[in-house]
C-alpha cells in the first residue's frame, strides 16, 4: 500500500515539476549526444589504443569465471552513490548546477559506451547494447532523472524561502518526506542491479 502510495507521489511530482524534469532529460540527452560526437572524432591513436584494449578484455574474458555477486556490488556502489549524491545535493541552496553536471556525466558514459560498442563490433556491437548496457539502463536512467527533479524542488523550495534546515522551521518532516522518495527509487534500482550482476551476465553465457 505505501509502495502504491509512493508512486502516486512520483506521478503527481512528475505532472507539477515538468519543466524540472524536462531540463534533466535535456542533459541526459546533450550528455549522451556528446558521448556519441567523442567517439566520432576521437583521433585514430586514440580510438586504435581503446580498441585494442576492448577486444583484448572480450578475447580474454571467461565467462564462465564471471563473478556475479561482484558485479552485482559494483553496479550497487556505483548507482547508490549517483543517487546519494543527488539527495545531499538536494538539501543545499546552490545543489542545481553539480546535479545537472550529473546528469550530463551520466549521459555522455551512456553514449561513448554504446557509441564505441557500436564502432568497435559493428552489428555485433548493437547486440552487446541491446543486451548488456540497455536493460539495467532502462531501470537506472528513469530513476536518476526522478531522483534529479525531486532534489532539484526540494533545492528550489530552500532557495525561494531562504530555509536552513533547523528543528525550529519544522524541517524534518519535509526532509524524512524528501527521504522516503529516495529510499523508494533505491529500491526500485535493485532490479537493474539484478538485471546487470546475475541476468545479463547469464544470458551473455547463453549467447556466447
Known amino acids: ?10 506521478i503527481e511530482h512528475m505532472q507539477k515539476n515538468l519543466i524540472l524534469y524536462s531540463i534533466t532529460l535535456l542533459f541526459l540527452c546533450i550528455g549522451i549526444v556528446l558521448g556519441m560526437y567523442t567517439v566520432k572524432y576521437m583521433n585514430e591513436n586514440q580510438r586504435s589504443r581503446l580498441m585494442d584494449y576492448f577486444i583484448n578484455f572480450l578475447t580474454n574474458i571467461d565467462l564462465n569465471k564471471i563473478n556475479n555477486k561482484h558485479i552485482f556490488i559494483e553496479a550497487f556502489k556505483n548507482n547508490i552513490a549517483i543517487i546519494l549524491a543527488i539527495w545531499f545535493l538536494g538539501l543545499t541552496m546552490l545543489g542545481i548546477p553539480i546535479i545537472l553536471i550529473i546528469d550530463l556525466i551520466k549521459g555522455f558514459t551512456l553514449g561513448f ?37 525531486i532534489a532539484m524542488e526540494f533545492s528550489v523550495i530552500l532557495l525561494k524561502h531562504n530555509v536552513s534546515l533547523s528543528v525550529k522551521n519544522n524541517n524534518f518532516i519535509q526532509i524524512a518526506s524528501y527521504s522516503t522518495m529516495f529510499l523508494l527509487i533505491a529500491g526500485f534500482m535493485i532490479i537493474g542491479f539484478l538485471l546487470e550482476g546475475y541476468i545479463i551476465p547469464n544470458v551473455m553465457k547463453l549467447i556466447v
Open 1 to 10: 500500500m505505501k509502495n502504491n502510495k509512493g508512486f502516486k507521489n512520483i
Open 113 to 149: 559506451t554504446a557509441s564505441f560498442v557500436i564502432n568497435v563490433l559493428g552489428s555485433k556491437g548493437l547486440l552487446i547494447n541491446l543486451i548488456a548496457i540497455f536493460p539495467q539502463n532502462i531501470i537506472y536512467i528513469p530513476c536518476i532523472i526522478i531522483a534529479s527533479a
